[in-house]
């Protein structure tokens, strides 16, 4: 096993016995909410993992330590720190490990720890992607790489609207990741149920979802796989508020010169801000969904 990882003494006993286990993410808690919602979203989310049979395993970096399971109390130190922890993607690990610094993993080094520890399985909110302008800015999220390497099912509520859905879903098709739609044609936007765009298959059940990664690995084929669960009706927002807090949040974005990895966050920030915390709410009960759904689909994938 790897030397630089900690695996938690219930996931790895679940692990071994074969039994479900959910990767979550940590950058979410630092830098995808506020202080204490994030915790408390932290927590829950792991209760109902738990409600739906399987063991959570949140992953983050502690020290140099490469964490897979956290304890209440690390969570709690994730969250009231927020962004003064350094959001990690797959290029800050060497440093941040070398230096024994602590790192909030984004959707990319989930995914790359929970391979390291065997979990095959993650749940979040939302994916970073291609940027509204990467056409000059370049500004493509790593997350969109790791989904192409690294065999890791990542349940997750669509793509944002501050992401271009179109060529997000173009550079997954190039490298190779089936977008599957979870009981829907077309790709959830995140704080609605749909956008303009299609998913490329629509599944309907967690044993559907299992099977069909369980073909991907059993074919030995390298990469993830993005399900996209749609928000719950009762939790959607109107697209006309929610579109408008992006459009100006993009804007300000760009107006301070706001660049590199500083973009995602200041987006989530502003657009929370912006919606006065409906979208907060909406937030929060997606990335419950989620969870609900890895878990089935871990419990399902564990008898295969
Ligand atoms: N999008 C969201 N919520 C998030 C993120 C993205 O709706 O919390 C976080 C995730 O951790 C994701 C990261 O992996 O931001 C992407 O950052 P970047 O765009 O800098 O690659
Ligand atoms: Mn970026």
Redesign the pocket.
């Known amino acids: 096993m790897n030397s630089y990882l900690d695996i938690a003494p219930e996931v790895a006993e679940a692990l071994a016995a074969g039994k479900p286990v959910v990767a979550l993410?940590s950058?979410?808690i630092s830098?995808?909410?506020p202080y204490p919602q994030n915790v408390e979203t932290a927590l829950n989310v792991e209760q109902v993992i738990r409600d739906h049979g399987a063991v959570p395993a949140t992953i983050a970096i502690i020290g140099g330590r490469l964490k897979a399971g956290l304890s209440a109390d690390e969570i709690e130190y994730f969250g009231k720190k927020g962004m003064a922890i350094t959001?990690a993607?797959r290029r800050d690990l060497p440093v941040l490990v070398a230096r024994k610094e602590d790192g909030?993993?984004?959707?990319?080094t989930?995914m790359m720890i929970a391979h390291m520890a065997g979990i095959s399985i993650f749940a979040?909110?939302?994916?970073?992607?291609v940027?509204r302008g990467a056409e000059t800015t370049m500004?493509i999220?790593?997350?969109l790489e790791e989904l192409g390497q690294t065999p890791v099912m990542v349940i997750?509520a669509g793509?944002?609207s501050?992401l271009d859905l179109g060529l997000t879903l173009e550079y997954l098709e190039t490298k190779g990741v089936p977008v599957i739609g979870y009981g829907t044609e077309t790709l959830p936007a995140?704080y609605t149920r749909t956008s303009e765009f299609g998913a490329d298959y629509r599944l309907d059940t967690p044993t559907e979802l299992a099977a069909a990664f369980h073909a991907q690995r059993e074919m030995g084929l390298k990469g993830g796989m993005l399900v996209t669960n749609p928000i719950p009706e009762k939790y959607s927002m109107d697209p006309a508020v929610i579109n408008a807090a992006i459009d100006e949040a993009v804007e300000e974005c760009k107006a301070q010169g706001i660049h590199?990895?500083?973009?995602?966050?200041f987006l989530?920030a502003r657009i929370q801000e912006l919606t006065g915390g409906d979208s907060l709410d909406s937030?929060i009960q997606l990335v419950y969904n989620n969870a609900a759904l890895a878990a089935e689909t871990a419990c399902e994938l564990a008898k295969m």
Do not use: Q
């Open positions: 993410e950058t979410i830098h995808g909410m959001k993607s909030a993993c984004t959707v990319t989930t979040t909110g939302g994916i970073g992607g940027h500004d999220s790593a997350d997750c793509a944002k501050i995140f590199g990895k500083a973009t995602t966050p989530l937030n």
